[in-house]
C-alpha cells in the first residue's frame, strides 16, 4: 500500500476525531469481519452493526478505525487506537476507493470467463513481470471480499495491476469494477457455470457482461471473436477500444495452424498484418485462446508482440490444470481437478483425443456444481460427448455424476462404466487396467478434497 496520514484520510472524509494521533501513516486497509487484521498501521472500515472488539484491535496498535457507529461506543477505543467517525460508513468507503485508485495512472487489467481466467492473468503477470512491477490476484482466490486488499496492494512502484473475477451471483463483477477501476477487461470464453446463483444461461451472460459498463471510460474490452455466448453481449453501450482473439478471419490477434508439440501447443499468430511463429506450454486448443487474449492485453500495453510471444513461452503451467504426471503401472495421469463445469470437461476430452490415440483411456468425472435446476441436463450432455468417443473405462463418482453414467450408457458407450458415490472403491477398480498404455483423465470439482488426494495417490511420487 502506499502510506497515507491519517490526518489526510481525516480531511478526505471530512470525519470527526473522536480520539488518537493523526501523525501516523496507515499502511494497510481492511473492512472489520470481512477481513482478518494482520498489521499494524491498519485503516478499519467498521459498520454501524459491528460489535467492536476494542481490546483486541488495540493489540495491533496503531489502529485507525473510522465508523459510524455512535460517539458513545465510539470513545471505548483504547490508547493505541485512533478513531474518526463518519456520517455514512458506506459513501466513506468508496469515496476512499475511488481516491485510492485515483493514485495509480497504471494499466489495470481484469478478467472474467467461465474457464481461462486463472491461467490468462498468470500468463498476463508472467509476461510482464520481466521488468515492470505487478500486482495481481493470487491463484483462483477472486471472491468479491479479496478485491479490497488486492487493490491496496498497489503502491507507487506498481507499473500493472491484473485481476480476475469471481462470480456466484448477479452483481459481483459490477462491485469488483467499481473497485478495481479497469483501463483493460476480458472475457475469455462464456459457458455454463454458476446457474445457481444467476437463474439460468442468460441471466449468467448478462452477469459477465457487467464487465462491459466496469472498465474505465477510453479503455478496452478484449473478447472471443469465436464464443457464441459472448457474441449475446451488447457493446452499444461501449465507448472504448474492443478487440477480438480467435481463430474467426476477423479476429485482431488470429491462430492458425494450430498443432499439439512437445508439452504445449505451436501455432502461427496474425496481428496487424504480420505472422509470429508463437508456442505455449500447455495442452488444448483453450490454451492457445488463453495466450492470445493474453498476447493483446500485453501488446496493449506497449509490448512488442515478439517480446510478449519468447516470453510466454517460458510461462510455468499451473498445477492441477491439465497437469501430466507419470501414474501407477506406468499409466498417464492428467490431474484436472482444479475446475470443473461443462465447459472445461469438453476441452480436456478435446485434447485426450489427440493425445489419446491407440490409448487406453480411462475417465474419472465428478459432480458438477452450481448448476442450479439445470444439474440433470449438462451432465446428462457430457454423458452423450462421452459416448461419442471409443473410452476404455468412465467412472463417475457422486450423485449428480451418475447421470453422466446413465446417459452414456443409454447413448451406446462402448466403454465399461462404473458408478460411485465417492473414491473409496476407486482404486481397486483401476489396479488391473493401469499399465503403460492407459491414460487417465480425472476431473472434478475443486471442493472435492477426497478427488484431489485420490489424483494425487495415483501419481508416482
Not at 251 to 269: E, K, P, T, V
Not at 402 to 418: E, N
Request: proline share 3%; glycine share 8%.
Amino acid at each position: 500500500m502506499q502510506p497515507i496520514l491519517v490526518k489526510e484520510i481525516q480531511k478526505l472524509l471530512q470525519g470527526k476525531l473522536i480520539c488518537g494521533l493523526e501523525t501516523w501513516k496507515v499502511r494497510d486497509v481492511i473492512y472489520y469481519n470481512r477481513h482478518e487484521l494482520k498489521k499494524r498501521h491498519t485503516l478499519i472500515f467498521v459498520n454501524r452493526s459491528d460489535t467492536i472488539n476494542w481490546q483486541e484491535i488495540n493489540k495491533k496498535g496503531p489502529v485507525l478505525v473510522l465508523s459510524d457507529q455512535p460517539t458513545e461506543e465510539l470513545k471505548k477505543a483504547l490508547s493505541n487506537t485512533t478513531v474518526i467517525q463518519v456520517e455514512n460508513l458506506v459513501q466513506a468507503y468508496w469515496k476512499f476507493i475511488e481516491y485510492y485508485r485515483g493514485l495509480f495512472k497504471i494499466p489495470v487489467t481484469t478478467i472474467t470467463g467461465t474457464c481461462g481466467k486463472t491461467t490468462t492473468k498468470d500468463m498476463i503477470k508472467h509476461i510482464l513481470s520481466k521488468d515492470r512491477k505487478v500486482q495481481a490476484s493470487e491463484s483462483s482466490k477472486n471472491e468479491p471480499r479479496r478485491s479490497l486488499p488486492y487493490l491496496i496492494g498497489i503502491d507507487h512502484q506498481t507499473e500493472a495491476a491484473v485481476f480476475e473475477h469471481g462470480l456466484g451471483n448477479i452483481g459481483n463483477i459490477k462491485h469488483q469494477c467499481l473497485i478495481y477501476q479497469p483501463t483493460i477487461g476480458i472475457i475469455t470464453n462464456i459457458g455454463v457455470h454458476h446457474l445457481d446463483g444467476c437463474k439460468n444461461l442468460n441471466g449468467y451472460i448478462k452477469a459477465k457482461a457487467e464487465i462491459v459498463d466496469g472498465i474505465k471510460k477510453d479503455g478496452t474490452l478484449i473478447l472471443n471473436a469465436d464464443d457464441e455466448h459472448t457474441k449475446k453481449i451488447s457493446l452499444h453501450s461501449f465507448q472504448g477500444k474492443v478487440i477480438y482473439f480467435g481463430v474467426n478471419m476477423k479476429a485482431h490477434f488470429r491462430a492458425s495452424n494450430i498443432q499439439f508439440s512437445n508439452n504445449g501447443m505451436d501455432f502461427l499468430l496474425h496481428s496487424n498484418r504480420k505472422t509470429y511463429h508463437a508456442f505455449v506450454p500447455g495442452y488444448g486448443e483453450h490454451q492457445v485462446y488463453n495466450a492470445l487474449a493474453a498476447i493483446a492485453a500485453v501488446t496493449e500495453m506497449g509490448l512488442d508482440p515478439t517480446e510478449a510471444i519468447r516470453r510466454l513461452a517460458t510461462f510455468q503451467t499451473m498445477s492441477r490444470h491439465l497437469e501430466f504426471s507419470k501414474g501407477l503401472g506406468g499409466s498417464t495421469i492428467i490431474d484436472d481437478t482444479w475446475t470443473n463445469n461443462p465447459t472445461s470437461v469438453e476441452a480436456a476430452l478435446k485434447v485426450l483425443d489427440f493425445i489419446g490415440k491407440d490409448k487406453n483411456i480411462i475417465l474419472i468425472l465428478g459432480d458438477i456444481n452450481r448448476l442450479g435446476q439445470y444439474e440433470k441436463k449438462y451432465h446428462r450432455e457430457i454423458g452423450k460427448m462421452v459416448a461419442k468417443r471409443k473410452i476404455h473405462t468412465l467412472i463417475t463418482i457422486g450423485k449428480k455424476a451418475k447421470d453422466i453414467a446413465d446417459q452414456a450408457k443409454q447413448d451406446g458407450t462402448t466403454a465399461q462404466v462404473h458408478i460411485f458415490d465417492d473414491v473409496h472403491g476407486v482404486g481397486k477398480q483401476l489396479e488391473p487396467i493401469l499399465d503403460e498404455n492407459a491414460i487417465l483423465l480425472i476431473k472434478g470439482p475443486m471442493s472435492s478434497h477426497s478427488m484431489i488426494e485420490f489424483a494425487n495417490h495415483l501419481k508416482l511420487k
